[in-house]
């Protein structure tokens, strides 16, 4: 038990990013952080991580006892959940999603997530960026669209709709476009991918599929939020998902166009780092589940 004990510490160490702040997560003395990683790096052998007065650093062996360790801390959790299921839900999740989908989804709903589990703390990040799972430390991850190869499992979520909209002012100035070659005299709001830094096409649903377009436009971003701000400021068409760009159709900000070549709706997957799903990470996305269903 004392080496489980351990580990537990070391990757709290290293998910929180100090001994201080692992002390305090696990409320433990921080003596007691220091002593259980002098006693793990004396039972594997090795040095785990290098030390500054600033900041820790996993070494090579570090980095591969951390990959390896976390799942095993996972499965045992998981092996007792099997003997008690109605266990109450304990300790930290830590999830990343896009802005868009924590704002608006998510933390709304988070309180009835809480009365059902109210020992479990979420340390929730929101970004447009891509986030490398094991680095940061991170139980799971959600990812819109169609995803990289890595060192992941993807469970599928359901599909988010998506729309393609303008604002009131754009539109009076260029136009409203009526068919997919009408769009050659016009500018869209550009979305790049933070990983492979290529700008994402435009996709349509046509009578015989799908088809892609590279719309010309000025500006290109990787944040939902600003991407909101552009298209109600006439800087071009709009291109995401109906739940983010609805509120704004409805006040009148913006205008949904091209109804009769929609965009087809895009895959919401949940990322997790191993094969064992833990059962925080399940009851996680048993929950968000239901949230994807009602934006159907």
């Not at 006892?65 to 266990?87: G, I, M, T």
């Not at 604002?167 to 769009?183: E, F, I, M, N």
């Not at 799908?210 to 939902?224: A, R, V, Y």
């Not at 949940?270 to 009602?294: C, D, I, M, N, T």
Request: charged share 20%; with cysteine; glycine share 6%.
């Amino acid at each position: 038990m004392n080496l489980f004990e351990n580990i537990k510490i070391f990757i709290e160490i290293v998910d929180s990013g100090s001994f201080t702040q692992a002390a305090e997560n696990l409320q433990i003395h921080r003596p007691a952080v220091t002593k259980a990683l002098q006693q793990l790096e004396q039972e594997s052998g090795v040095r785990l991580l290098q030390r500054t007065t600033r900041r820790i650093n996993l070494t090579s062996e570090g980095e591969e006892f951390y990959r390896r360790s976390k799942p095993l801390l996972a499965q045992a959790d998981d092996l007792l959940e099997s003997f008690a299921p109605h266990r109450p839900l304990h300790g930290q999740l830590r999830v990343d999603m896009p802005i868009a989908f924590a704002r608006l989804i998510v933390v709304p709903r988070l309180p009835e997530f809480y009365q059902a589990h109210p020992d479990l703390e979420i340390i929730l990040s929101s970004s447009d960026l891509r986030r490398d799972m094991l680095r940061d430390g991170l139980d799971c991850v959600l990812r819109m669209g169609t995803l990289d190869d890595g060192d992941y499992v993807a469970k599928s979520l359901g599909d988010i709709k998506m729309s393609t909209c303008a604002s009131p002012g754009y539109l009076a100035k260029y136009g409203v476009p009526r068919t997919l070659d009408d769009l050659r005299h016009h500018q869209g709001v550009n979305w790049i991918n933070s990983s492979s830094r290529q700008v994402m096409p435009w996709v349509f649903q046509t009578a015989t599929g799908s088809e892609e377009i590279s719309l010309p436009g000025k500006l290109i971003l990787d944040n939902s939020e600003v991407y909101i701000s552009a298209g109600i400021a006439g800087l071009g068409l709009l291109q995401g998902m109906n739940f983010f760009l609805q509120p704004y159709i409805d006040n009148g900000q913006l205008v949904e166009v091209l109804p009769n070549f929609p965009c087809p709706h895009r895959r919401l997957s949940l990322l997790y780092p191993h094969r064992h799903l833990s059962h925080k990470v399940r009851v996680f996305a048993q929950w968000l589940e239901g949230l994807v269903e009602g934006l159907r």
